[in-house]
């Protein structure tokens, strides 16, 4: 069964840096647009865009987040990022990531990851 994983999130104290990482698990046969979103509290049936990057390394920002996240791509590792930097305690929600897949069905197919928790408190 194919997922993506996360992992990086944590405790930060403002100003502070983070760096997420996201790769799918399981057999796939290609990666298309990557993707990070997040969720902030007490907005639990929205996910804000924050960034996309192309698998020719496009990227496009929300521009909250322009000039202090950066996304990127490993594809030799399928692998998506997202440094963080400058954190501030509005940056706290669970953050996602988002990638377009090929599975063995041969089909592309849209997936999230679980999420990962981003604190960002003095």
């Known amino acids: 069964q194919v997922q993506l994983v996360e992992s990086g999130g944590g405790f930060v104290q403002p100003g502070g840096s983070l760096r997420l990482s996201c790769a799918p698990s399981g057999s796939i046969l290609g990666v298309g647009p990557m993707g990070w979103y997040r969720q902030v509290p007490g907005k639990e049936r929205e996910r804000d865009f924050l960034?996309?990057?192309?698998?020719?390394?496009?990227?496009n920002y929300a521009d909250s987040v322009k000039g202090r996240f950066t996304i990127s791509r490993d594809s030799a590792k399928n692998t998506v990022y997202l440094q963080m930097n400058n954190l501030k305690p509005e940056d706290t929600a669970v953050y996602y990531c988002t990638a377009n897949l090929i599975t063995s069905s041969g089909r592309w197919t849209n997936y999230w990851g679980q999420g990962t928790q981003v604190t960002v408190s003095s």
């Open positions: 960034a996309t990057i192309t698998s020719g390394g496009s990227t």
